[in-house]
């Protein structure tokens, strides 16, 4: 590390000023700071159907690192970009250029890191101008929108010997963009972890202020939250949580009238688990109380509802298991009560895995008894299903494998009331093949699937799904390699929107060259990337970008043309970019 005395100045994008003066010197003495960065050059260029865009930049990275007086008493880590932007835009009709300089910077504050009451600072500021274009994926869309965006987050610990910890915050984020406006958050909470024998509890507490410009909205929220964990043993838990929130939004309609909605939120919930590693037994149960209300000039609302629930499972053999459920709701809804209960008794049989016929066999049949009560009907359902599978595996040689997997299942609904009665028959098959050899690894798979729906319900789909990759060292220095997936959907819902075939392909090849030309260093990869649908809300989606990287020393290079196709969109994306870094 260099020995100098750092002073570091940066300056937010927003047009506002900032500074922040970090002086590292003892006396005599400077203490060390490690410096890094690079400058470097960057030509971008984006042609669409409609569009031509290009951008010239100038980049210049500085990096610092260091300690204030002594490295137990505080750190420090302070970075800055300079970009000079000359652009020019050309949409058909008119041609603009723009030349700019673009700020951006990050200062990361440690005091008393190893102490019981730590501090510690970010403050972030970025410009996506510096990236002119965003390509969030070229097989969506290509997207330009420019934003700007600071992050300030101030947080002071306190911590105790037996562990328990206390902590302030204080958040202030910004997103300023010319489209679509700005939104801006700030915040201040405080939290307490208190930790004794056996017990956790949190407490989290928030006051939260937004405004977002493009909606004309802001609001004002207060959010309190409380959690305690309490374990007796190693066995029982008890979950308790309770919530409160109060959030103020006001917000300027089209008319210009300026209105408030206020909401009130508040639960109170508690569950427990019993989970003992030596009984078959297991046990959980909760409650909750939630109430909510809203209201503004126009309307108001209020909404009350209880819920209990409790369930078990038994273990009677490796083989038999019961399981049992309750649950129960009472909803008060602006004065109207609505009630619901279900209750549920059920059991597991399988058997033991065996061999049959070079397969490994298996089969399992499961039967409940429900009982369900709404607002809108009363229902008593059977439910029974009965299934098996099988699997085999083939050894075609020592670097290749073939598998085949079966299944079967029948499963029965027969209700009163009105609910449906329903008979659904399902079927599934799949076979897959893998090899390793000749410095190559292969796999392909086919799966065939049928379900059909007989009774009050009546629907049947199949699905194919076709999958084939291959991973192939051409040399030592270069490789291939390649997906494919081919899937149709066949439905017939008797009439229904989604009724008919549908078929998707995705395919993806990519190639990598290392020591092109062998030329150490200079490194080439190929990415095609396609994607087809047979459906006309569907779009076609095609990419293909060609990279070429170059390292020398400490200088990189880099250059890429991207080729992007978007349903009937079209574009092509220029990148090149030097530095040097230090």
């Known amino acids: 590390m260099r020995r100098v005395c750092a002073a570091f100045r940066f300056r937010a994008t927003h047009g506002l000023a900032v500074a922040a003066l970090l002086s590292v010197c003892s006396g005599a003495r400077a203490l060390p700071v490690d410096v890094s960065g ?75 890191p190893e102490s019981r009451m730590p501090f510690r600072l970010i403050y972030q500021a970025t410009d996506s101008r510096v990236d002119n274009t965003v390509v969030y994926n070229p097989l969506v869309r290509v997207f330009g929108s420019e934003f700007q965006t600071t992050n300030l987050d101030l947080r002071q610990s306190f911590l105790t010997e037996e562990g328990h910890r206390a902590q302030l915050r204080y958040g202030a984020r910004t997103w300023d963009s ?51 964990y309490y374990f007796p043993n190693d066995d029982l838990r008890f979950d308790t949580k309770a919530s409160s929130y ?49 209201e503004n000039s126009a309307q108001s ?109 029948l499963n029965e609904v027969l209700s009163t009331g009105d609910n449906d009665t329903a008979h659904r028959l399902d079927h599934s098959a799949s076979l897959g093949w893998n090899q390793s050899a000749a410095n190559a690894t292969t796999l392909a798979q086919v799966t065939l699937s049928d379900s059909r729906n007989f009774g009050d319900l009546s629907d049947e789909q199949q699905l194919i799904n076709f999958q084939a990759s291959r991973y192939q060292n051409i040399s030592q220095r270069s490789t291939l390699s390649g997906h494919l997936t081919v899937q149709t959907v066949m439905r017939d819902f008797s009439g229904g929107s989604n009724d008919g075939t549908v078929t998707t392909t995705t395919g993806q090849l990519s190639y990598l060259q290392q020591t092109l030309f062998n030329i150490p260093r200079l490194q080439f990869n190929s990415d095609l990337r396609l994607s087809q649908a047979s459906t006309d809300e569907g779009l076609d989606r095609n990419e293909w970008e060609n990279r070429l990287d170059y390292t020398i020393g400490l200088v990189d290079t880099s250059l890429s043309l991207r080729l992007m196709e978007n349903g009937d969109e079209s574009s092509r994306l220029l990148y090149f970019r030097v530095a040097r870094r230090f």
């Open 178 to 228: 010319d489209r679509n406006g700005t939104y801006e958050n700030d915040v201040v909470g405080l939290e307490l972890d208190w930790r004794p024998p056996r017990q956790r509890l949190l407490f989290r507490g928030n006051v939260e202020n937004t405004d977002q410009s493009n909606t004309d909205r802001h609001q004002e929220n207060l959010i309190l939250d409380l959690d305690h």
């Open 246 to 294: 109060h959030l103020d939004t006001t917000f300027e309609g089209a008319t210009g009238l300026v209105d408030t909605t206020t909401t009130e939120i508040s639960q109170l919930s508690g569950f427990t688990f019993w989970r003992p590693a030596d009984r078959r037994w297991t046990v959980s149960a909760g409650a909750r109380v939630y109430t909510m209300s809203g």
């Open 38 to 112: 690079s400058v470097g050059y960057s030509f971008r260029s984006l042609a669409t159907d409609s569009t031509d865009a290009t951008s010239n930049q100038l980049l210049g990275n500085l990096r610092l690192r260091s300690y204030i007086w002594q490295p137990w008493f505080g750190t420090f880590e302070a970075g800055a970009v300079l970009t000079k932007d000359s652009s020019e835009l050309d949409d058909g009709s008119t041609s603009t250029s723009t030349t700019s300089d673009i700020y951006s910077g990050d200062v990361l504050l440690n005091l008393l």
């Open 301 to 409: 609302s209020e909404q009350t509802s209880y819920g209990a629930t409790a369930g078990t499972y038994y273990q009677y053999s490796k083989r038999l298991r019961f399981d049992g459920s309750l649950n129960f709701t009472k909803a008060d809804v602006n004065s109207a009560d609505q009630t619901a209960h279900r209750e549920r008794i059920g059991a597991l049989l399988q058997s033991d895995l065996v061999e049959l016929r070079s397969f490994t066999y298996q089969w399992y049949a499961s039967a409940a008894l429900e009982n369900q009560s709404d607002p809108d009907d009363d229902a008593l359902s059977v439910l029974a299903s009965l299934g098996h599978d099988g699997q085999r595996m083939w050894l075609l040689s020592e670097q290749s494998s073939l598998r085949l997997n079966l299944s079967q299942s």
